[in-house]
């Protein structure tokens, strides 16, 4: 006989919460047989009518002690292997919640796993009343005529009891749950720190990630587009030096294809430098800002304290901080005649400084570059400052942790 | 217009040893075959035979250790490590074959290679974007220069050098003077000065004339200063 899926699941829930219940009714009641045992010898202690009493008296407490973490271990077995839940391994801290938890709450929760149980058990034994009736030899049927109207209510109270059980034992694993995670489960602060722990780590992934993607474009670039272009730009710049004989209209053609092949050279180059360039992995950020500052349209003096090599990914972020300022020098700030680039660490910090005597009145909330600017010093924890009044100067000051 | 300005090639120096026959050979390494094509016209443009085509360094190190040529135009970027390759293999080949020149292409101006370069070897040196080969008349006179025994450097390897001079004797120099200069220091003649700045050649002597004062360089024999003033521009320490 196969089932319709959906009462598949439904039958599999309700065993798989059964199960919980069921397996939380020992360690939840371990305590109670303790607990009478110790108030059986707390009686004598007091009056001091048995001598032994208070010897005895503790061990039932030893053993109290002892539940208190041991129990939650189980518990904690019991979670994840039933419910798929994962608790913190506690051990010996917070030891407060875990006695709460298995010496008051415990108790409580398995009074009602063994209702549930029991009502369980009633309902089956109710619901089938009318087989153990046909099952009974008649001669033991003390008094019972057998098949009654009294058998017939018992079998539906039966079944109304396993109805209730559904219900009941999905909400009872739902409140142990609740109470367990509450107790014994992350507190909020620990579930925060973990949580930034992990953010953290899978954001240098993230950055690293895009650091490698970055130098796969550059090298793709390099070796195929960029070569292409020049090689085209060659065989055009030969045409014209060896084809003197050609109309003027075909030389016109020739020489200002010429030009729009050396022209999207320089602007692939810029592109493909803004990137990631090979130089910054060879020879560190020194050489690579020395080639930025060299390009850009306006005299750049460079200054870089003697460095020792730091992160790819700092290091990265440095040099597109300064390739993006002095490409929003040279876009939005064309009054300005020269710019200053210093680069300097002090202790964990990478601090780099790029000033200009443009007109100032930049803004770095408006335009993408400075927000893309930002964004990537804040993914490698840095802090990005900018001042720009009206009539200059504008600086912008970036600075970047570096490990190590 | 070759090598008036560079230092005198001695005796020894790269193109005193052209082929008996007059047959001037370069070897060409460049791992970008459709590159490679091009460069080898624009190099027999310029009058050489090209002798042998390598794409990586220690191809080319054994073409020039077997042909001997006037010339090795040497790409930086190559396989296996697609680094500085070129460079090393540059500086090995002037070493060993003090016959040989060597033109490097980059994509890139690399300020450090430039200086590895030209801190070792002040002659039959250069080092140019791989761009200008699209300038082919240009091109085929730098490739004619370094040859000779000069020097062929990009605009931009002298201005990236020039960043890092912050404060030195230069700063007295007007702008003019520095123009010239500069211009001086990619490997250009004192007539090719002239032609670019658009004045008269004797204006340009009196120019290189009062940089020689301000850099407080003793009248010897002019080569030697003027090798002097472009090295002391470039910030390089003269090797040999």
């Not at chain 1, 153990?132 to 039966?158: E, K, N």
């Not at chain 2, 090209?50 to 040497?74: K, N, S, Y």
Request: include cysteine; proline fraction near 5%.
């Amino acid at each position: 006989m196969t089932l319709p899926p959906r009462v598949r699941r439904a039958l599999s829930r309700l065993r798989r919460d059964l199960l919980f219940v069921a397996a939380g009714v020992l360690p939840h009641l371990l305590v109670v047989p303790l607990y009478l045992w110790a108030a059986l010898c707390i009686g004598p202690t007091l009056t001091g009518s048995d001598a032994n009493a208070p010897v005895v008296l503790m061990a039932p407490l030893a053993l109290l002690c002892a539940a208190g973490p041991g129990l939650t271990e189980v518990q904690r077995w019991r979670f994840r292997a039933l419910c798929g839940v994962e608790l913190p391994r506690l051990g010996l801290r917070r030891l407060r919640r875990q006695f709460g938890y298995n010496w008051l709450v415990g108790p409580l929760l398995g009074t009602l796993e063994l209702l549930l149980l029991a009502l369980l058990a009633t309902g089956v034994a109710a619901a089938t009343v009318l087989l153990w009736i046909w099952a009974l030899p008649w001669q033991w049927r003390i008094g019972h005529p057998g098949y009654t109207t009294q058998a017939t209510y018992l079998t539906g109270l039966g079944l109304l009891a396993l109805a209730a059980v559904v219900p009941g034992a999905a909400g009872l694993v739902r409140l142990e749950n609740l109470v367990g995670r509450a107790v014994l489960g992350v507190s909020r602060h620990d579930e925060l720190a973990r949580r930034v722990e992990d953010l953290t780590e899978s954001r240098a992934g993230a950055v690293d990630a895009a650091d490698a993607e970055r130098r796969r474009i550059e090298r793709d670039l390099h070796d195929g587009a960029q070569q292409r272009l020049v090689s085209l730009a060659l065989n055009l710049g030969l045409a014209k030096a060896t084809l003197t004989d050609l109309p003027p209209e075909a030389r016109e053609v020739i020489e200002a294809a010429h030009r729009e092949a050396k022209d999207a050279i320089e602007e692939l180059n810029h592109l493909v430098r803004g990137l990631h360039p090979a130089v910054l992995d060879e020879l560190g950020l020194d050489a690579a800002l020395s080639g930025l500052a060299a390009r850009a349209p306006l005299p750049v003096r460079l200054r870089v304290d003697p460095l020792e090599r730091t992160t790819g990914a700092v290091e990265g972020v440095a040099y597109f901080v300064v390739s993006e300022a002095l490409t929003n020098v040279a876009k939005h700030a064309r009054e300005a005649t020269r710019a200053e680039v210093t680069v300097a660490r002090i202790g964990g910090i990478l601090r780099v400084v790029i000033t200009d005597d443009g007109p100032g009145g930049a803004d770095p909330a408006r335009g993408s570059g400075l927000t893309g600017l930002a964004q990537r010093v804040r993914s490698v924890d840095g802090t990005f400052r900018m001042s720009s009044p009206v009539g200059g100067p504008t600086t912008m000051s970036v600075e970047l942790p570096c490990p190590g | 217009m070759s090598g008036v300005n560079a230092p005198t090639a001695p005796a020894t120096g790269p193109g005193a040893s052209e082929g008996a026959n007059g047959v001037r050979r370069a070897v060409i390494a460049e791992d970008s075959v459709l590159l490679r094509i091009g460069l080898v016209k624009v190099v027999e443009m310029a009058g050489f035979t090209v002798a042998a085509e390598a794409g990586d360094a220690a191809g080319l190190l054994a073409a020039v250790a077997a042909h001997r040529p006037e010339l090795a135009v040497v790409d930086v970027r190559m396989p296996p490590g697609f680094t500085d390759e070129g460079v090393r293999a540059a500086l090995s080949i002037r070493r060993e074959h003090p016959d040989t020149a060597v033109l490097l292409l980059s994509q890139y101006v690399e300020e450090r290679y430039a200086a590895d370069l030209l801190a070792a070897h002040t002659g039959g040196v250069g080092y140019l974007l791989k761009q200008r080969v699209a300038d082919v008349e240009e091109f085929v006179e730098a490739l004619r220069r370094v040859a000779g025994g000069g020097t062929a450097l990009d605009p931009q390897v002298v201005s990236q050098l020039l960043i890092r001079r912050a404060s030195d004797p230069l700063e007295r120099l007007t702008a003019r003077e520095r123009e010239v200069l500069e211009l001086m220091a990619e490997g250009r003649s004192n007539s090719a000065v002239a032609a670019r700045l658009v004045v008269s050649e004797s204006a340009v002597a009196k120019h290189i004339n009062s940089i020689f004062t301000k850099l407080d360089l003793p009248k010897a024999d002019a080569d030697h200063r003027r090798v002097l003033a472009v090295l002391r521009f470039l910030g390089v320490a003269a090797g040999r």
